[in-house]
């Protein structure tokens, strides 16, 4: 399986949107449920903008996932109303912390966020001087600890605070890192499988040295007891995204764990000003968005999704081997993005095209449709973003532009 990384890289080489607007194609908006809804100006139309059947998957780029009606209702009702930003903090804080088993928690923008105002909070405590000073960290703790492994782009976030990344690979190698500056331990979910300390080990270190803990499992539901598993193991702090498999709001995510620090990392952040999270602002509509998608998330039944995705992956594996020396393969990452993936390959001498101009055809045909790709002859794509019935949209065309490639 390709990593997520090397797909952004791929698709940031793409040719952009801008040349290819001439389609025109829009598709009427539609909610989970099916129920047609026809707005009263079509901004998307009106710019021009290409929308797409996403058989990608949840990435940034292509704006991620689409909320569901109960969470736009949230966002339209809640619009019209004032309140006071730190008492829907607190109300919505409360109720994502129970119902996931933290001590607290509060609504991040995005789950990049939660590290950052997670950090600063361990960094600063309450004290008011401290936090007008971040990323200035003179009188402060100013190391993370995180295994080799681990230290990949998203320690970003850590470093925006002015904290420097110390790698250790065994625990040994913790127990001589800790030092008077460690602030924090870090560590991220997806690439436990390649680290030599497992997630009870480092909870169990950062006790011993009584140094908090933070896991960024951003991506990492389903399975949705993850949403608690990390905070029932001992992590100090949590994040994760909303906007990916949750389906929350793109620009919102969940920072939970220690009372005391959750308080802490929120004087950094609206509507506090003066501090390193001011622009990191969440508006209250998501902030409640947020808490009833993550409601929805919680409360669906998993296993008939799991169920309707093998379906769907199944109805376009089919329709793809319909055609001539194509074969294709279902796989599941074990954690991130965890949901079914199929591979179509084809013999590029019996179809010679390549998977690119697969892609470029996918792209500019009527829907649109992105998929992602690796090498010269396979494309690879994902169902849990697709709207009902486009599984065989994407099935039709697949089969369509590989049966105009064949010689
Ligand atoms: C997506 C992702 C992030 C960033 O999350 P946002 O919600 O987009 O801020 C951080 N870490 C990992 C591992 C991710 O996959």
Redesign the pocket.
Known sequence: MIS?RKLLKRLSALPLVGGIMGTGFSMAPTWEDDTEFVPKRDVIKELGLRTFVNAAG?Y?AMT?SLMPKEVMDTIVSSSQHFAMLDEVQDKVGEKIAKLCHAEAATV????????VLGLAGILTGTDKKKIAQLPNLEGMKSEVIVQKSHN?G?VH?LTNTGVRIVEVETAADVDRAINSKTAMMWF???QAPDGKIQHEEWVALGKKHGIPTMI?????VPPVENLWKYNDMGFDLV??????AMKGP????ILMGRKDLIEAARLSAPPRGGTIGRGMKVNKEEILGMYVALDLYIKKDHEKEWKSWEDKVAHIAEAAEKVESVTTEVSVPPI??HTPYLKISWDLQRIPITRTELQEKLRMGDPSIEVMGSGDNTINLTVFMLRPKEERIVAKRIQEELNAAKV
Request: one cysteine or more.
């Open positions: 997520r949840t940034t991620a991040t923008a995005g789950c990049w966020s939660a590290m990949v998203y976030a991220l979910n997806y960024d499992m951003a991506a990492d994040c994760v995204s909303g906007g990916k793109q620009s919102a995510g991130a993005n």
